[in-house]
């Protein structure tokens, strides 16, 4: 009997759950576990964007600046950011559980969404290079993945670009940024990013990745250290801020 028939009685016997809301859901994993209203329902940023951060413009004193409330007083080392969705509600969720509880399954979910975005907005054109933030080795050893990498890989793979691991690595462990106020961040994560074969980075357009983008001073300190080799442009991509 062919796989497809089989699938299809066992999801019968035993239908999927999709992740977010519990009720049966045939999605299986090209769709990522997740049903189709819950996919609707998560908060994608729309324009007018931030021509700095990428959030989702609202008031008209903004939209007439176009730079939103956050990044008025704000300088960062990137020439503009990204970012997909809202963080909060079930995408706030599902990046807790892809970074810390080994849910790298969900990463189909965050592909399809980069993939929209990307589509919709027509962006990224002249980027040459993507290049994840990453993490200390010693983080890396516990958490045994990093995430950052896996949404640029993603992403190279999206927009047919070369990924580079070994350019920016992470020379000290900065303490999470999570419970720390804004000037605490910027002292926990500064001068924490080096990078190697510099060359390979000059006169090209760079796009760094995160999974998410909050305050936006690790992705400038992280943008800082490729600036002293000259890029043409760092520009960032997240899949939520
Ligand atoms: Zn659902
Ligand atoms: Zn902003």
Redesign the pocket.
């Known amino acids: 009997m062919p796989k497809a028939i089989i699938e299809s009685i066992i999801n019968l016997i035993y239908p999927l759950l999709c992740i977010g809301c519990n009720r049966p859901n045939n999605n299986g994993e090209s769709k990522g576990y997740i049903c189709n209203d819950c996919y609707s329902n998560i908060k994608r940023h729309t324009p007018p964007f931030?021509?700095?951060?990428?959030?989702a413009?609202i008031e008209i004193k903004n939209i007439q600046s176009g730079?939103?409330?956050?990044?008025l007083n704000?300088q960062y080392n990137f020439h503009r950011?990204w970012s997909v969705c809202n963080y909060e509600g079930l995408i706030k969720e599902l990046i807790h559980r892809f970074k810390y509880n080994q849910k790298i399954q969900y990463k189909t979910i965050f592909k399809n969404l980069f993939e929209e975005f990307i589509a919709t907005f027509n962006i990224l054109r002249d980027v040459d290079l993507v290049i994840p933030v990453p993490l200390h080795p010693v983080r890396l050893r516990e958490r045994e993945y990093n995430q950052s990498q896996i949404l640029a890989c993603m992403i190279s793979e999206i927009i047919k670009k070369p990924v580079a691991e070994d350019i920016l690595v992470r020379i000290r462990n900065t303490k999470s940024q999570i419970d720390l106020d804004e000037k605490s961040r910027i002292n926990n994560i500064s001068g924490c990013f080096a990078v190697k074969d510099g060359i390979k980075i000059q006169s090209k357009s760079i796009l760094l990745v995160d999974d998410v983008l909050t305050t936006?001073i690790t992705l400038s300190e992280a943008a800082g250290a490729l600036k002293e080799l000259n890029p043409c442009k760092i520009s960032a991509l997240t899949l939520a801020s």
């Open positions: 931030c021509l700095k951060c990428g959030r413009l730079i939103c409330p956050t990044c704000r950011a936006g």
